[in-house]
């Protein structure tokens, strides 16, 4: 077989191409989403509303929300094809979680305000 005719050949060859042009966000959003790939979880783009869903991805942001009486943890989680927002209703701080690190999640999707939500979600830190 000729190199030309190798489908496998050619498609290392996109890939490696990507990643010479590829900035860096966009390298990292290619890891984050091969990883939920490899880890056999739903991407955030192709889970479903109001359903169960296992995602794994990166914190982005964290923040508490101190309105009222009503406090809660709040995080941004991204795996490259998309963002999903994790609120733990009642909690001020999570031992072990922080902006960067990877977390493995599952819960129901539900949409608030435009953006995909988990409530107390369940969750997994992962190494790093």
């Given amino acids: 077989m000729v190199q030309g005719d190798d489908p496998h050949h050619e498609s290392r060859l ?7 042009v590829a900035s860096n966000e ?3 959003d290619d890891d984050l989403q091969r990883s939920s790939l490899d880890a056999g979880v739903s991407t955030i783009a192709e889970a ?3 359903t169960r869903a296992s995602l794994q991805g990166r914190i982005e942001v964290l923040t508490l929300n101190p309105r009222g009486t009503n406090r809660w943890l709040e995080a941004e989680l ?3 094809t ?8 009642g909690r001020r701080r999570i031992p072990g979680l922080r902006a ?3 977390l493995s999640v599952e ?3 539900t949409e608030a305000g435009g ?3 988990i409530y107390n979600p369940r969750y997994t830190v992962l190494p790093d």
């Fill in 14 to 20: 996109r890939r490696v191409l990507h990643r010479m």
């Fill in 48 to 50: 479903k509303l109001r």
């Fill in 107 to 109: 819960g129901m999707i």
């Fill in 82 to 89: 998309g963002a999903v927002t994790l609120i733990w209703m």
């Fill in 115 to 117: 953006r995909r939500v």
């Fill in 26 to 28: 966009d390298l990292v």
């Fill in 78 to 80: 991204r795996d490259g």
């Fill in 100 to 102: 960067g690190r990877r």
